[in-house]
Structure formats: structure tokens, C-alpha cells
């Protein structure tokens, strides 16, 4: 099966820098994606990793290290609308038809 | 134009009813899903359908029925609603790597 485990929650204040962290367990690996969701919204499709390294986009970027089988998404100049969740995701051994979702990390930005 | 259109965003029911909700996607995506997020926002995979054929049925009680009429409809009908079907039910599609997901299906069982 798969297990992905993220911080519950996460705080800052609007300007910072924040990562939250994903690791995971799961039989075959085809890469990790990360969404966003704010209250009452859809997700929305953010990055994702193929191979180990950094990507980035804008202000977001987002690491991988399949030996350590560990992630992370880096949030930099925060502002207040970054508020909301974030969830790390993996596709399993079937490839592209199940992506298995993290347990989501809730970031809360400050003034 | 919405990418993927779910219909409707709220359903309130009572427990016994049976209750259907539609999805649409114009991307012209091959693969559909229906996801489900707990109260504690969990999302998990329920159902996926590649051009119309059942892919992945990720043992789901057979309460719940997927149809896709076309590779751009993905209905769910849910028959003998629980209390435990609260939740909110997410149509998505991919073609790549990043899912699109519609807004959200809210369905509170009374």
C-alpha cells in the first residue's frame, strides 16, 4: 500500500519562507505532485517531481529525494492568500490512473 | 468556460434516498475520478475511468455506482445514502501528470 505523512499544521507570517515536508511509502513510484486547496475549494494542481531535485515556479518550489523517499514544498514571500491546505501526492504501481494523496498540511499566514 | 463542471454542489438527503451527481470536463481528458474528502479532508480515490472504462474500483461499497456515458461524463449515482456517505465529492480528469478537479459536490445525509 501507500503512506504519504505531512505536519498537520503549519504557521507563518506574510513575507516568510515555509516548507512542509512529505514522506512516503509506496509500491512503485512514478513521482510527486503537490495541490492546494483553500476552505471550500477545489484542489489545485501546483508542481510535480519525476526526479530528484528542486523545481521551481514563482514563488513556489518543490524538491524530491527518491532515495530518502522524501519531499518537500517550499513557500517563499508569503502572503495572506497562501493560506490554505497543502497536500503531497504519489501515483502507485498502477502509473497514472491513482494518485494516493498525503494527509494534508494546513498553512496559516499571519499579518 | 469551467474545465470540470460538477452538478450540483450541494445535495442534503435523508438516509435511504438514492441521489446522483453529474461531472463534465471540456479538456478532452482521457481519464476521469470520483474522489471523496472526509471531514478531516482526506481525500481518497474512488473510482477511475479511461475513456470510458472502469479502471480502478478501489472497494467502494456497490451502493455506489459509476457511469460514463463518454470519455467527458462522469455521473455517480449513490443508492441507500448513510450518514457515513457525508462528505464532499470531488470529479477530476488528467491527461498528464496534474489532475483538474471540479469544484466540489457537498453531500450531507440526514
Known amino acids: 500500500g501507500q503512506s504519504l505523512e505531512q505536519p498537520s499544521e503549519v504557521t507563518a507570517v506574510e513575507g516568510a519562507i515555509v516548507q512542509i515536508n512529505c514522506t512516503y511509502q509506496?509500491?512503485?513510484?512514478?513521482?510527486l505532485s503537490w495541490y492546494q486547496q483553500h476552505d471550500g475549494g477545489a484542489p489545485t494542481f501546483l508542481s510535480y517531481?519525476?526526479?530528484?531535485g528542486l523545481e521551481e515556479t514563482g514563488r513556489f518550489s518543490s524538491f524530491l529525494s527518491r532515495s530518502d523517499s522524501y519531499g518537500y514544498l517550499l513557500l517563499q514571500e508569503l502572503q495572506m492568500k497562501d493560506s490554505a491546505s497543502y497536500f503531497c501526492?504519489?501515483?502507485?504501481?498502477?502509473?497514472?490512473?491513482?494518485?494516493?494523496f498525503g494527509t494534508g498540511t494546513r498553512l496559516l499566514v499571519s499579518p | 468556460d469551467t474545465a470540470v463542471s460538477q452538478t450540483p454542489k450541494y445535495l442534503v438527503t435523508q438516509m435511504g434516498n438514492d441521489k446522483s451527481i453529474k461531472c463534465e470536463q471540456n479538456?478532452?481528458?482521457?481519464?476521469m475520478y470520483w474522489y471523496k474528502q472526509d471531514s478531516k479532508k482526506f481525500l481518497k480515490i474512488m473510482f477511475s475511468?479511461?475513456?470510458?472504462?472502469?479502471?480502478i474500483n478501489e472497494t467502494v461499497p456497490n451502493r455506489f455506482s459509476p457511469k460514463s456515458p463518454d470519455k467527458a461524463h462522469l455521473n455517480l449515482h449513490i443508492n441507500s445514502l448513510e450518514l457515513g456517505d457525508s462528505a464532499v465529492y470531488f470529479c477530476?480528469?488528467?491527461?498528464?501528470?496534474?489532475?483538474?478537479f471540479g469544484s466540489g459536490t457537498r453531500l450531507t445525509v440526514v
Open positions: 477530476a480528469s488528467s491527461q498528464d501528470v496534474g489532475y483538474t
Open positions: 509506496t509500491s512503485g513510484f512514478y513521482g
Open positions: 517531481n519525476a526526479l530528484d
Open positions: 501526492a504519489v501515483r502507485d504501481q498502477t502509473g497514472f490512473q491513482k494518485l494516493v
Open positions: 479538456l478532452g481528458h482521457d481519464t
Open positions: 475511468y479511461n475513456n470510458k472504462e472502469l479502471i
